[in-house]
């Protein structure tokens, strides 16, 4: 079962950055790696005679989380 989690912020200049990140991360990506980023994302899209509204999910890191760490797996 999916689970929506709606989150207040607080700083609107948090959202520019991370906007701004993704802008940077599409332009350098492959049309392909941007399409199923934007349809992974992209909740749904409404048009009518005069507007366009896009419902979406901008992806933030977790606010417990400072580094992302990711563990190596042991040898012999």
């Known amino acids: ?26 332009a350098i990506s492959s049309i392909t790696e941007g399409m199923i980023f934007l349809k992974l994302s992209i909740e749904r899209i409404e048009v009518d005679e005069s507007q366009v509204k896009m419902y979406y999910t901008i992806p933030m890191p977790p606010h417990s989380v400072s580094a992302e760490t990711v563990g190596v797996l042991p040898f012999v």
């Open 1 to 26: 079962m999916l689970h929506y989690k709606t989150l207040d912020i607080a700083e609107p200049q948090l959202v520019r950055n991370y906007a701004s990140d993704l802008r940077n991360l599409l």
